[in-house]
Protein backbone atom coordinates (compact mmCIF):
# COMPACT_ATOMS: atom_id res chain seq x y z
CA UNK A 1 0.00 0.00 0.00
CA UNK A 2 1.22 3.48 -1.20
CA UNK A 3 2.22 5.24 1.96
CA UNK A 4 3.06 9.24 1.74
CA UNK A 5 5.49 10.79 4.40
CA UNK A 6 4.22 10.84 7.92
CA UNK A 7 4.31 14.48 9.39
CA UNK A 8 5.46 14.38 13.06
CA UNK A 9 5.64 17.11 15.64
CA UNK A 10 9.06 18.96 16.51
CA UNK A 11 9.02 17.70 19.82
CA UNK A 12 12.51 18.62 20.79
CA UNK A 13 12.12 22.56 19.97
CA UNK A 14 8.77 22.26 21.64
CA UNK A 15 10.23 21.28 24.69
CA UNK A 16 12.82 22.97 24.81
CA UNK A 17 10.58 26.58 24.11
CA UNK A 18 8.28 24.98 26.78
CA UNK A 19 11.12 24.66 29.42
CA UNK A 20 11.92 28.40 28.36
CA UNK A 21 8.25 29.31 29.19
CA UNK A 22 7.84 27.65 32.05
CA UNK A 23 8.85 30.49 34.65
CA UNK A 24 6.63 32.87 33.33
CA UNK A 25 3.25 31.40 34.24
CA UNK A 26 4.79 30.03 37.55
CA UNK A 27 5.79 33.78 37.99
CA UNK A 28 2.27 35.15 37.06
CA UNK A 29 0.14 32.70 38.78
CA UNK A 30 2.12 32.41 41.68
CA UNK A 31 1.35 35.88 42.87
CA UNK A 32 -2.54 35.09 42.91
CA UNK A 33 -3.02 34.10 46.29
CA UNK A 34 -1.06 36.87 48.27
CA UNK A 35 -1.89 39.57 46.44
CA UNK A 36 -5.35 40.36 48.49
CA UNK A 37 -3.03 40.18 51.71
CA UNK A 38 0.09 42.16 49.88
CA UNK A 39 -2.27 44.58 48.75
CA UNK A 40 -3.90 44.81 52.47
CA UNK A 41 -0.26 44.85 53.77
CA UNK A 42 -0.09 48.56 51.98
CA UNK A 43 -2.40 50.10 54.15
CA UNK A 44 -5.15 49.27 51.59
CA UNK A 45 -8.97 49.19 53.26
CA UNK A 46 -10.64 45.94 52.40
CA UNK A 47 -13.36 47.53 50.23
CA UNK A 48 -10.67 48.79 48.35
CA UNK A 49 -8.50 45.89 47.75
CA UNK A 50 -10.40 45.01 44.75
CA UNK A 51 -9.53 48.39 43.02
CA UNK A 52 -6.18 48.11 43.75
CA UNK A 53 -5.35 44.36 42.48
CA UNK A 54 -7.08 45.19 39.41
CA UNK A 55 -4.84 48.60 38.85
CA UNK A 56 -1.79 46.29 39.21
CA UNK A 57 -3.09 44.28 36.73
CA UNK A 58 -3.99 47.16 34.58
CA UNK A 59 -0.57 48.27 34.47
CA UNK A 60 0.99 45.06 33.52
CA UNK A 61 -1.01 44.71 30.47
CA UNK A 62 -1.26 48.51 29.97
CA UNK A 63 2.49 48.68 29.54
CA UNK A 64 2.43 45.60 27.89
CA UNK A 65 -0.22 46.67 25.15
CA UNK A 66 2.26 49.76 24.54
CA UNK A 67 5.36 47.76 23.49
CA UNK A 68 3.93 44.13 22.17
CA UNK A 69 3.71 45.37 18.50
CA UNK A 70 7.78 46.73 19.17
CA UNK A 71 8.70 43.36 20.13
CA UNK A 72 7.29 41.36 17.40
CA UNK A 73 8.64 43.47 14.81
CA UNK A 74 12.07 43.22 16.47
CA UNK A 75 11.86 39.64 16.22
CA UNK A 76 10.65 39.95 12.71
CA UNK A 77 13.83 41.81 12.31
CA UNK A 78 16.41 40.60 14.94
CA UNK A 79 15.06 36.67 15.17
CA UNK A 80 13.03 35.16 17.77
CA UNK A 81 15.36 33.64 20.28
CA UNK A 82 16.90 36.27 21.41
CA UNK A 83 13.86 38.80 21.80
CA UNK A 84 12.06 35.93 24.23
CA UNK A 85 15.50 35.36 25.88
CA UNK A 86 15.54 39.35 26.75
CA UNK A 87 11.68 38.95 27.76
CA UNK A 88 12.63 36.87 30.33
CA UNK A 89 15.53 38.81 31.75
CA UNK A 90 13.11 41.29 31.83
CA UNK A 91 10.32 39.33 33.64
CA UNK A 92 13.49 37.70 36.29
CA UNK A 93 14.15 41.50 37.25
CA UNK A 94 10.91 42.86 37.60
CA UNK A 95 9.34 39.36 39.65
CA UNK A 96 11.93 40.24 42.35
CA UNK A 97 11.48 43.82 42.35
CA UNK A 98 7.85 43.50 42.98
CA UNK A 99 8.47 40.77 45.77
CA UNK A 100 10.66 43.36 47.34
CA UNK A 101 8.31 45.81 47.32
CA UNK A 102 7.43 48.09 50.62
CA UNK A 103 5.08 50.22 48.85
CA UNK A 104 1.86 50.04 46.82
CA UNK A 105 3.63 52.72 44.20
CA UNK A 106 6.52 50.30 44.14
CA UNK A 107 4.56 47.43 43.40
CA UNK A 108 2.82 48.95 40.74
CA UNK A 109 5.52 50.08 38.95
CA UNK A 110 7.15 46.75 39.37
CA UNK A 111 4.33 45.59 37.49
CA UNK A 112 4.65 48.24 34.78
CA UNK A 113 7.97 47.43 33.92
CA UNK A 114 7.52 43.77 33.96
CA UNK A 115 4.41 44.52 31.26
CA UNK A 116 7.02 47.04 29.10
CA UNK A 117 9.34 43.76 28.67
CA UNK A 118 6.67 41.20 28.51
CA UNK A 119 6.18 40.46 24.35
CA UNK A 120 6.94 36.49 24.66
CA UNK A 121 3.71 35.64 24.21
CA UNK A 122 3.26 36.70 20.71
CA UNK A 123 6.59 35.83 19.34
CA UNK A 124 6.21 32.27 21.26
CA UNK A 125 3.24 31.93 19.45
CA UNK A 126 4.81 32.62 15.67
CA UNK A 127 7.31 30.02 16.61
CA UNK A 128 5.28 27.81 17.16
CA UNK A 129 3.72 28.19 14.17
CA UNK A 130 6.88 28.42 12.32
CA UNK A 131 8.08 24.92 13.95
CA UNK A 132 4.72 23.40 12.86
CA UNK A 133 3.05 25.24 9.53
CA UNK A 134 0.68 22.10 9.23
CA UNK A 135 -3.50 22.37 10.39
CA UNK A 136 -3.71 18.52 11.14
CA UNK A 137 -0.95 19.07 14.07
CA UNK A 138 -1.52 22.20 15.48
CA UNK A 139 -4.26 21.03 17.60
CA UNK A 140 -1.75 19.23 19.70
CA UNK A 141 1.44 22.05 18.86
CA UNK A 142 -0.90 25.21 19.91
CA UNK A 143 -1.74 23.33 23.16
CA UNK A 144 1.34 23.22 24.30
CA UNK A 145 1.77 26.66 25.62
CA UNK A 146 -1.49 26.34 27.20
CA UNK A 147 -0.08 23.18 28.74
CA UNK A 148 2.85 24.96 30.02
CA UNK A 149 0.36 27.62 31.48
CA UNK A 150 -1.27 24.44 33.49
CA UNK A 151 1.83 23.09 34.66
CA UNK A 152 2.67 26.84 35.89
CA UNK A 153 -0.43 27.33 37.48
CA UNK A 154 -0.05 24.06 39.06
CA UNK A 155 3.59 24.88 40.58
CA UNK A 156 3.00 28.65 41.06
CA UNK A 157 0.30 28.75 43.28
CA UNK A 158 1.81 25.95 45.39
CA UNK A 159 4.91 28.16 46.43
CA UNK A 160 3.53 31.35 46.15
CA UNK A 161 0.95 30.45 49.32
CA UNK A 162 3.16 28.15 50.89
CA UNK A 163 5.85 30.41 51.38
CA UNK A 164 4.83 33.61 50.95
CA UNK A 165 4.82 35.78 54.57
CA UNK A 166 6.33 32.82 56.42
CA UNK A 167 6.04 34.74 59.28
CA UNK A 168 2.34 35.87 58.89
CA UNK A 169 3.52 39.14 59.45
CA UNK A 170 -0.38 41.36 60.18
CA UNK A 171 -0.54 44.96 58.21
CA UNK A 172 -0.48 46.74 61.21
CA UNK A 173 2.66 45.35 62.22
CA UNK A 174 5.91 47.76 61.15
CA UNK A 175 8.96 46.50 59.16
CA UNK A 176 10.98 45.56 62.59
CA UNK A 177 10.76 42.15 64.11
CA UNK A 178 9.57 42.34 67.42
CA UNK A 179 10.40 38.52 67.33
CA UNK A 180 14.06 38.73 66.34
CA UNK A 181 13.42 35.76 63.70
CA UNK A 182 15.54 37.54 61.77
CA UNK A 183 14.70 40.63 59.31
CA UNK A 184 15.00 39.20 55.16
CA UNK A 185 11.95 37.74 55.16
CA UNK A 186 9.66 39.91 58.02
CA UNK A 187 10.96 43.25 56.28
CA UNK A 188 10.03 41.58 52.82
CA UNK A 189 7.36 39.10 53.62
CA UNK A 190 6.29 38.29 49.85
CA UNK A 191 9.70 37.82 48.59
CA UNK A 192 10.32 34.14 49.27
CA UNK A 193 8.36 33.10 46.30
CA UNK A 194 9.76 35.52 43.80
CA UNK A 195 13.61 34.30 44.82
CA UNK A 196 12.51 30.93 43.82
CA UNK A 197 10.21 32.33 40.41
CA UNK A 198 14.15 33.85 39.35
CA UNK A 199 15.84 30.15 39.92
CA UNK A 200 12.85 29.04 37.73
CA UNK A 201 13.81 32.06 34.61
CA UNK A 202 17.61 31.30 35.15
CA UNK A 203 16.95 27.58 34.33
CA UNK A 204 14.54 28.80 31.23
CA UNK A 205 17.16 31.16 29.80
CA UNK A 206 20.07 28.95 30.26
CA UNK A 207 18.22 26.32 28.09
CA UNK A 208 17.08 28.61 25.73
CA UNK A 209 20.12 30.03 25.19
CA UNK A 210 22.05 26.68 25.06
CA UNK A 211 19.54 24.75 23.10
CA UNK A 212 16.24 26.93 21.29
CA UNK A 213 17.02 27.25 17.79
CA UNK A 214 16.10 30.39 15.41
CA UNK A 215 12.78 29.71 13.54
CA UNK A 216 13.41 33.33 11.68
CA UNK A 217 13.91 32.22 8.20
CA UNK A 218 16.46 35.10 7.39
CA UNK A 219 18.32 34.55 10.48
CA UNK A 220 18.34 30.82 10.86
CA UNK A 221 22.11 30.43 8.63
CA UNK A 222 23.93 32.82 11.05
CA UNK A 223 26.15 31.37 13.99
CA UNK A 224 24.74 30.84 17.07
CA UNK A 225 27.00 30.50 19.63
CA UNK A 226 24.59 29.77 22.75
CA UNK A 227 24.29 26.64 20.80
CA UNK A 228 27.86 25.78 19.82
CA UNK A 229 28.28 25.70 23.31
CA UNK A 230 25.35 23.66 24.01
CA UNK A 231 26.45 21.09 21.37
CA UNK A 232 29.89 21.33 23.45
CA UNK A 233 28.25 20.11 26.70
CA UNK A 234 26.10 17.99 24.85
CA UNK A 235 29.76 16.08 23.70
CA UNK A 236 31.07 16.98 26.88
CA UNK A 237 28.21 14.90 28.94
CA UNK A 238 28.02 12.17 26.10
CA UNK A 239 31.79 11.38 26.49
CA UNK A 240 31.56 11.40 30.25
CA UNK A 241 28.33 8.88 30.20
CA UNK A 242 30.95 6.44 27.70
CA UNK A 243 33.58 6.62 29.80
CA UNK A 244 31.06 5.74 32.90
CA UNK A 245 29.88 2.67 30.65
CA UNK A 246 33.53 1.96 30.05
CA UNK A 247 34.45 1.51 33.68
CA UNK A 248 31.40 0.00 34.39
CA UNK A 249 32.12 -2.60 31.50
CA UNK A 250 35.70 -3.27 31.86
CA UNK A 251 34.32 -4.54 35.79
CA UNK A 252 32.45 -6.93 34.77
CA UNK A 253 34.89 -8.07 31.73
CA UNK A 254 32.63 -6.84 28.42
CA UNK A 255 33.48 -5.05 25.56
CA UNK A 256 34.28 -1.14 25.92
CA UNK A 257 32.89 1.87 23.54
CA UNK A 258 35.29 4.39 22.14
CA UNK A 259 35.14 7.50 23.61
CA UNK A 260 35.23 9.56 19.87
CA UNK A 261 34.01 7.40 16.61
CA UNK A 262 36.04 7.90 13.65
CA UNK A 263 37.55 11.13 15.08
CA UNK A 264 34.54 12.41 13.90
CA UNK A 265 33.73 15.86 15.80
CA UNK A 266 30.40 15.31 17.94
CA UNK A 267 27.16 16.53 16.95
CA UNK A 268 23.78 16.09 18.14
CA UNK A 269 21.41 13.29 17.33
CA UNK A 270 19.31 14.20 14.43
CA UNK A 271 15.62 14.18 15.06
CA UNK A 272 12.21 15.27 13.38
CA UNK A 273 12.95 19.17 13.58
CA UNK A 274 15.32 18.33 10.82
CA UNK A 275 12.79 17.34 8.59
CA UNK A 276 10.45 20.38 9.04
CA UNK A 277 10.51 21.95 5.57
CA UNK A 278 11.15 25.70 5.78
CA UNK A 279 11.05 28.16 3.46
CA UNK A 280 14.38 29.15 1.46
CA UNK A 281 16.26 31.78 2.81
CA UNK A 282 15.62 34.73 0.81
CA UNK A 283 17.30 38.44 0.94
CA UNK A 284 15.59 40.64 3.41
CA UNK A 285 11.76 42.10 2.32
CA UNK A 286 10.32 45.45 2.89
CA UNK A 287 8.35 45.44 5.83
CA UNK A 288 4.29 44.59 5.44
CA UNK A 289 1.75 47.17 4.70
CA UNK A 290 -0.61 47.58 6.62
CA UNK A 291 -3.91 45.88 4.50
CA UNK A 292 -1.22 42.48 4.28
CA UNK A 293 -1.18 42.01 8.16
CA UNK A 294 -4.73 42.99 8.96
CA UNK A 295 -7.42 41.48 7.27
CA UNK A 296 -11.44 41.21 7.80
CA UNK A 297 -10.83 37.56 9.75
CA UNK A 298 -7.81 38.89 11.27
CA UNK A 299 -9.62 41.89 13.10
CA UNK A 300 -12.76 39.77 14.14
CA UNK A 301 -10.15 36.96 15.54
CA UNK A 302 -8.38 39.89 17.08
CA UNK A 303 -11.65 41.49 18.68
CA UNK A 304 -12.59 37.81 20.36
CA UNK A 305 -9.08 37.08 21.20
CA UNK A 306 -8.92 40.76 23.05
CA UNK A 307 -13.01 40.04 24.75
CA UNK A 308 -11.55 36.69 25.83
CA UNK A 309 -8.49 38.39 27.40
CA UNK A 310 -10.68 40.75 29.12
CA UNK A 311 -13.23 38.67 30.88
CA UNK A 312 -10.53 35.40 31.42
CA UNK A 313 -8.07 38.05 33.45
CA UNK A 314 -10.58 39.66 35.07
CA UNK A 315 -11.94 36.89 36.35
CA UNK A 316 -8.60 35.36 37.33
CA UNK A 317 -7.78 38.59 38.82
CA UNK A 318 -11.17 38.95 41.03
CA UNK A 319 -11.41 35.14 41.95
CA UNK A 320 -8.58 35.20 45.07
CA UNK A 321 -9.83 38.80 46.00
CA UNK A 322 -13.28 37.00 46.29
CA UNK A 323 -12.10 34.21 48.27
CA UNK A 324 -10.22 36.66 50.82
CA UNK A 325 -13.21 38.91 51.47
CA UNK A 326 -14.74 38.40 54.91
CA UNK A 327 -17.64 35.42 54.72
CA UNK A 328 -18.87 37.53 58.12
CA UNK A 329 -17.80 40.65 60.07
CA UNK A 330 -18.13 44.82 59.83
CA UNK A 331 -17.96 44.93 55.89
CA UNK A 332 -20.35 41.95 55.10
CA UNK A 333 -23.91 43.24 55.14
CA UNK A 334 -27.39 41.05 55.55
CA UNK A 335 -28.22 39.07 52.63
CA UNK A 336 -31.65 40.54 50.87
CA UNK A 337 -32.93 37.22 48.21
CA UNK A 338 -32.15 37.18 45.83
CA UNK A 339 -29.65 39.71 44.52
CA UNK A 340 -28.20 41.77 47.45
CA UNK A 341 -25.37 40.26 49.45
CA UNK A 342 -21.51 40.75 49.54
CA UNK A 343 -20.21 37.99 51.71
CA UNK A 344 -17.17 36.30 50.16
CA UNK A 345 -15.25 33.06 51.70
CA UNK A 346 -12.86 34.42 53.82
CA UNK A 347 -9.84 32.24 52.92
CA UNK A 348 -6.38 32.49 53.78
CA UNK A 349 -3.35 32.44 50.89
CA UNK A 350 -2.31 29.31 52.22
CA UNK A 351 -5.72 27.65 51.10
CA UNK A 352 -6.23 29.77 48.25
CA UNK A 353 -3.12 28.54 46.98
CA UNK A 354 -3.99 24.83 47.71
CA UNK A 355 -7.25 25.87 45.52
CA UNK A 356 -5.48 26.99 42.67
CA UNK A 357 -3.33 24.25 42.70
CA UNK A 358 -5.75 21.30 42.45
CA UNK A 359 -7.25 23.45 39.68
CA UNK A 360 -3.91 23.48 37.56
CA UNK A 361 -3.64 19.71 38.09
CA UNK A 362 -7.56 19.42 36.79
CA UNK A 363 -6.41 21.74 33.93
CA UNK A 364 -3.40 19.63 32.89
CA UNK A 365 -5.62 16.79 32.58
CA UNK A 366 -7.63 18.71 30.31
CA UNK A 367 -5.10 19.74 28.43
CA UNK A 368 -3.31 16.48 27.72
CA UNK A 369 -6.58 14.06 26.80
CA UNK A 370 -9.63 16.13 26.05
CA UNK A 371 -8.62 19.28 23.56
CA UNK A 372 -6.35 17.78 21.04
CA UNK A 373 -8.95 15.00 20.31
CA UNK A 374 -11.87 17.28 20.43
CA UNK A 375 -10.40 19.87 18.45
CA UNK A 376 -9.62 17.51 16.07
CA UNK A 377 -12.65 15.58 16.16
CA UNK A 378 -15.02 18.52 16.21
CA UNK A 379 -12.92 21.52 14.73
CA UNK A 380 -11.51 24.68 16.77
CA UNK A 381 -13.76 27.12 15.33
CA UNK A 382 -17.26 24.71 16.83
CA UNK A 383 -15.17 23.92 20.15
CA UNK A 384 -14.50 27.95 20.48
CA UNK A 385 -18.39 28.79 19.54
CA UNK A 386 -19.48 26.61 22.35
CA UNK A 387 -16.98 27.39 25.32
CA UNK A 388 -17.62 30.97 24.96
CA UNK A 389 -21.29 30.25 25.02
CA UNK A 390 -20.63 28.25 28.28
CA UNK A 391 -18.46 30.98 29.49
CA UNK A 392 -21.59 33.19 29.30
CA UNK A 393 -23.77 31.09 31.74
CA UNK A 394 -20.63 30.05 34.01
CA UNK A 395 -19.85 34.24 35.01
CA UNK A 396 -23.52 34.39 35.70
CA UNK A 397 -23.95 31.75 38.55
CA UNK A 398 -20.35 31.86 40.19
CA UNK A 399 -21.11 34.88 42.86
CA UNK A 400 -24.40 32.63 43.88
CA UNK A 401 -21.68 29.88 45.70
CA UNK A 402 -21.27 31.84 48.46
CA UNK A 403 -24.97 31.75 49.63
CA UNK A 404 -24.34 27.99 50.59
CA UNK A 405 -25.17 27.48 53.85
CA UNK A 406 -21.90 25.65 54.55
CA UNK A 407 -18.64 26.93 54.28
CA UNK A 408 -17.13 23.96 52.51
CA UNK A 409 -20.22 23.22 50.82
CA UNK A 410 -19.62 26.67 49.37
CA UNK A 411 -16.46 26.23 48.43
CA UNK A 412 -17.59 23.21 46.81
CA UNK A 413 -19.75 24.78 44.24
CA UNK A 414 -17.14 27.86 43.81
CA UNK A 415 -14.38 25.28 42.84
CA UNK A 416 -17.06 22.75 40.90
CA UNK A 417 -17.82 26.28 38.61
CA UNK A 418 -14.08 27.47 38.64
CA UNK A 419 -12.95 23.95 36.85
CA UNK A 420 -15.78 24.66 33.98
CA UNK A 421 -14.17 27.94 33.58
CA UNK A 422 -10.84 26.57 33.34
CA UNK A 423 -12.11 23.66 31.16
CA UNK A 424 -13.14 26.53 28.43
CA UNK A 425 -10.61 29.01 28.90
CA UNK A 426 -8.23 25.69 28.12
CA UNK A 427 -10.19 25.32 24.77
CA UNK A 428 -11.00 29.38 23.81
CA UNK A 429 -7.50 30.48 24.03
CA UNK A 430 -5.47 28.01 21.82
CA UNK A 431 -8.75 27.85 19.38
CA UNK A 432 -8.25 31.79 19.15
CA UNK A 433 -4.80 31.72 18.51
CA UNK A 434 -4.96 28.94 15.84
CA UNK A 435 -7.94 30.84 14.13
CA UNK A 436 -5.88 33.90 14.32
CA UNK A 437 -2.71 32.36 13.11
CA UNK A 438 -4.46 30.65 9.93
CA UNK A 439 -5.85 33.91 9.07
CA UNK A 440 -2.10 35.75 8.28
CA UNK A 441 -1.66 36.44 4.56
CA UNK A 442 1.94 34.91 4.64
CA UNK A 443 4.70 33.52 6.95
CA UNK A 444 6.44 37.07 7.08
CA UNK A 445 3.52 39.07 8.75
CA UNK A 446 2.97 36.36 11.40
CA UNK A 447 4.99 37.69 13.99
CA UNK A 448 3.65 41.28 13.13
CA UNK A 449 0.45 39.42 13.53
CA UNK A 450 0.47 37.84 16.99
CA UNK A 451 2.71 41.46 18.13
CA UNK A 452 -1.09 43.03 17.41
CA UNK A 453 -2.61 40.35 19.41
CA UNK A 454 -0.63 40.53 22.23
CA UNK A 455 -1.38 44.06 22.14
CA UNK A 456 -5.02 44.23 21.66
CA UNK A 457 -4.88 41.15 24.59
CA UNK A 458 -3.23 43.48 26.40
CA UNK A 459 -6.11 46.04 25.80
CA UNK A 460 -8.32 43.38 27.27
CA UNK A 461 -6.51 42.31 30.04
CA UNK A 462 -5.99 45.98 31.73
CA UNK A 463 -9.42 47.02 30.87
CA UNK A 464 -11.18 43.70 32.21
CA UNK A 465 -9.45 43.81 35.70
CA UNK A 466 -9.43 47.51 36.01
CA UNK A 467 -13.46 47.93 35.63
CA UNK A 468 -14.14 44.38 37.28
CA UNK A 469 -11.94 45.72 40.36
CA UNK A 470 -14.04 49.10 40.32
CA UNK A 471 -17.66 47.37 39.80
CA UNK A 472 -16.46 44.91 42.52
CA UNK A 473 -15.77 47.21 45.36
CA UNK A 474 -18.30 49.45 44.69
CA UNK A 475 -20.60 46.28 44.68
CA UNK A 476 -19.38 45.50 48.08
CA UNK A 477 -20.47 48.58 49.04
CA UNK A 478 -23.63 48.39 48.03
CA UNK A 479 -24.45 45.03 49.11
CA UNK A 480 -23.92 43.84 45.23
CA UNK A 481 -21.58 41.58 44.96
CA UNK A 482 -22.91 40.04 41.87
CA UNK A 483 -21.82 42.94 39.55
CA UNK A 484 -18.78 41.84 38.33
CA UNK A 485 -19.51 38.74 37.79
CA UNK A 486 -22.55 39.86 35.84
CA UNK A 487 -20.16 42.07 33.80
CA UNK A 488 -18.00 39.30 32.58
CA UNK A 489 -21.08 37.63 31.49
CA UNK A 490 -22.24 40.48 28.96
CA UNK A 491 -18.70 40.47 27.94
CA UNK A 492 -18.37 36.68 27.21
CA UNK A 493 -21.78 36.67 25.45
CA UNK A 494 -20.10 39.57 23.10
CA UNK A 495 -17.32 37.32 22.29
CA UNK A 496 -19.69 34.81 21.29
CA UNK A 497 -21.62 37.35 19.26
CA UNK A 498 -18.28 38.10 17.05
CA UNK A 499 -17.54 34.07 16.82
CA UNK A 500 -20.63 33.71 14.39
CA UNK A 501 -18.93 35.29 12.26
CA UNK A 502 -15.05 33.92 12.15
CA UNK A 503 -14.31 31.21 9.44
CA UNK A 504 -11.58 28.64 9.33
CA UNK A 505 -8.67 30.00 7.58
CA UNK A 506 -6.64 28.10 4.62
CA UNK A 507 -3.97 28.39 6.25
CA UNK A 508 -0.44 29.25 4.37
CA UNK A 509 -1.43 27.35 1.04
CA UNK A 510 -4.39 26.66 -1.15
CA UNK A 511 -5.63 23.42 -2.07
CA UNK A 512 -3.45 22.86 -4.90
CA UNK A 513 -2.53 19.62 -3.55
CA UNK A 514 -5.94 18.05 -3.84
CA UNK A 515 -5.09 17.85 -8.13
CA UNK A 516 -1.53 16.20 -7.18
CA UNK A 517 -3.29 13.67 -4.63
CA UNK A 518 -5.89 12.57 -7.38
CA UNK A 519 -3.30 12.58 -9.53
CA UNK A 520 -0.99 10.08 -7.83
CA UNK A 521 -3.49 7.86 -7.00
CA UNK A 522 -4.67 8.20 -10.87
CA UNK A 523 -1.16 6.61 -11.95
CA UNK A 524 -0.74 4.27 -9.80
CA UNK A 525 -4.21 2.65 -9.92
CA UNK A 526 -3.36 2.49 -13.72
CA UNK A 527 -0.01 0.77 -13.10
CA UNK A 528 -1.74 -2.22 -10.84
CA UNK A 529 -2.17 -3.91 -13.74
CA UNK A 530 1.52 -3.81 -15.55
CA UNK A 531 3.81 -6.38 -14.90
CA UNK A 532 6.66 -2.92 -14.62
CA UNK A 533 7.36 -2.47 -11.03
CA UNK A 534 5.68 0.63 -9.75
CA UNK A 535 7.46 3.28 -8.23
CA UNK A 536 5.68 4.53 -4.95
CA UNK A 537 6.05 7.09 -2.13
CA UNK A 538 9.63 7.01 0.36
CA UNK A 539 8.57 5.98 3.47
CA UNK A 540 9.74 9.41 5.98
CA UNK A 541 11.58 7.73 9.10
CA UNK A 542 12.90 10.21 11.67
CA UNK A 543 16.04 11.11 9.54
CA UNK A 544 14.86 11.80 5.87
CA UNK A 545 14.19 15.29 5.30
CA UNK A 546 10.95 16.61 3.05
CA UNK A 547 12.74 18.41 0.18
CA UNK A 548 12.36 22.48 1.16
CA UNK A 549 10.86 25.04 -0.82
CA UNK A 550 7.64 22.39 -0.48
CA UNK A 551 6.18 25.22 1.89
CA UNK A 552 2.75 26.33 0.10
CA UNK A 553 0.77 22.89 1.14
CA UNK A 554 1.40 22.55 4.22
CA UNK A 555 -1.53 24.60 5.68
CA UNK A 556 -3.84 23.55 2.90
CA UNK A 557 -7.29 21.83 3.68
CA UNK A 558 -6.67 18.78 1.96
CA UNK A 559 -3.52 17.94 4.30
CA UNK A 560 -5.76 18.17 7.27
CA UNK A 561 -7.57 14.81 6.39
CA UNK A 562 -5.73 12.15 9.16
CA UNK A 563 -4.34 9.44 7.07
CA UNK A 564 -5.25 7.16 10.42
CA UNK A 565 -9.11 7.24 9.71
CA UNK A 566 -10.49 8.14 7.23
CA UNK A 567 -13.57 10.07 8.52
CA UNK A 568 -14.16 14.07 7.73
CA UNK A 569 -15.89 16.68 9.45
CA UNK A 570 -17.31 19.38 7.12
CA UNK A 571 -17.72 22.88 8.94
CA UNK A 572 -18.23 26.18 8.02
CA UNK A 573 -20.08 27.55 5.24
CA UNK A 574 -21.30 26.28 2.18
CA UNK A 575 -19.74 25.25 -0.43
CA UNK A 576 -16.21 25.63 1.74
CA UNK A 577 -14.72 21.88 0.14
CA UNK A 578 -12.78 20.21 3.08
CA UNK A 579 -13.03 22.39 5.65
CA UNK A 580 -13.18 19.84 8.38
CA UNK A 581 -10.53 18.96 10.65
CA UNK A 582 -8.99 15.53 10.26
CA UNK A 583 -9.63 13.47 13.64
CA UNK A 584 -7.78 9.80 13.86
CA UNK A 585 -7.46 8.45 17.28
CA UNK A 586 -4.84 6.10 15.94
CA UNK A 587 -7.19 3.02 16.73
CA UNK A 588 -10.12 1.57 17.53
CA UNK A 589 -9.52 1.20 20.85
CA UNK A 590 -9.69 4.19 23.07
CA UNK A 591 -7.39 2.91 25.34
CA UNK A 592 -4.76 4.62 26.89
CA UNK A 593 -1.91 3.95 24.35
CA UNK A 594 -4.43 5.66 21.88
CA UNK A 595 -5.06 8.57 23.49
CA UNK A 596 -1.12 8.89 23.67
CA UNK A 597 -0.61 8.13 20.30
CA UNK A 598 -3.24 10.67 19.11
CA UNK A 599 -1.98 13.11 21.13
CA UNK A 600 2.29 12.54 20.14
CA UNK A 601 1.56 11.40 16.40
CA UNK A 602 2.22 7.42 17.35
CA UNK A 603 -0.30 5.34 15.65
CA UNK A 604 -2.70 3.78 17.33
CA UNK A 605 -2.57 0.93 19.80
CA UNK A 606 1.41 1.62 20.36
CA UNK A 607 1.79 0.53 23.69
CA UNK A 608 5.11 1.81 24.04
CA UNK A 609 5.97 5.39 24.46
CA UNK A 610 9.40 4.81 23.75
CA UNK A 611 8.12 3.93 19.99
CA UNK A 612 7.52 7.50 19.06
CA UNK A 613 9.11 10.33 19.68
CA UNK A 614 8.24 12.03 23.27
CA UNK A 615 6.75 15.27 23.62
CA UNK A 616 1.50 23.85 27.72
CA UNK A 617 -2.32 32.86 28.50
Known amino acids: MVRKPERKLPVQQLTILAIARLSEPITLTSIFPYLPEMIESFGVPETDIAFWAGTASAMFSVSQCLTAVSWGRASDRFGRKYIVLLGLVNAMITSLI ?54 GSVLGPAFGGALSNPYRRKPSEGPDDPRGHGGLLWRYPYALP ?7 FLIGITVGVLFLKETLDSKRGQPDYGLLLGQKLQGVVVRGVTRAKNIWRQARGAETEPLLRANRPYTPPKDEESSVPLAPTTKRESAPGYREVIT ?44 NFNRGFGLRSSRIGALFTVNGFVGIFYQFFLFPPLARRYGVLHCLRIV ?51 TASSLRVLGTVNGIATSTGAV ?21 IIAP ?73 ASTLSRGRERAYSFGSAGQRGSGWGYSMGGASPGGADWIGAWTGCGGGEASVDGCEEEEE
Open 460 to 480: GRAIGPSVAGVVFSRGVRRNF
Open 388 to 438: LSVLTVVYVFVPFATLVPNENGAQAALFGLWLVKSLCCIFAFPCSTILLTN
Open 98 to 151: WGFSTSLPMAITARALSGAGSGNVGIIRTMVAEMCPWKELQPRAFSLMPLVYSI
Open 296 to 339: RQTALNLVVYTLLAMHSTAFDQLLPVFMHHPRAGKNVDEIKLPL
Open 485 to 557: FWLLSLVAACSAVVSAWLVEGEGFGGDDDDAADESDEDKLDGAEGDDEPVEEYDELDEEDEVPEGDFAPLLSR
Open 194 to 200: NIVSSVF
